[in-house]
């Protein structure tokens, strides 16, 4: 799998995965309250869902992307977590071009920065 954007929150997470004939698009959902053990599987599913991408970028608005960060590296998602390429603050809640302006923006300068 190619580049994947992750934004996420405490209560939700929205996957983009991009490949060469479009842009697909997958939504997790925490359930249940903001507690430990409820965002540990919370986490647990966003990863299962984002997979294994070549490189992930994840972005949000507060604490989540950092905390899932952590949670890959230390919560048996280890290939995950190497592949993180990037983890960027943006604002609550984006519009879906907002995420992908941003997506591209970071994925076109890591390209030129590592292809350079």
């Given amino acids: 799998m190619g580049h994947v ?3 996420i929150d ?3 997470a929205h996957i983009f995965s991009y490949s060469a004939e479009a842009i697909t698009e997958h939504e997790v959902k925490c359930e249940g309250e903001n507690t430990p053990e409820h ?8 990863a299962l869902k984002v997979g294994s991408p070549s490189q992930l ?3 949000g608005p ?6 899932f960060k952590k949670h890959c590296e230390s919560h048996n998602h280890h290939n995950l977590a190497k592949n993180i390429v990037g983890v960027e603050t943006m604002k609550d809640h984006p519009s879906k071009p907002e995420i992908l ?3 591209k923006t970071f994925f076109d300068h890591h390209f030129r920065w590592h292809n350079a």
């Fill in 5 to 7: 954007t992750l934004w």
């Fill in 10 to 12: 405490h209560k939700k």
């Fill in 39 to 46: 965002l540990k599987k919370f986490f647990h599913n966003v």
């Fill in 57 to 59: 970028l994840i972005v």
């Fill in 62 to 67: 507060g604490t989540a992307k950092d905390e």
């Fill in 101 to 103: 302006n941003v997506s």
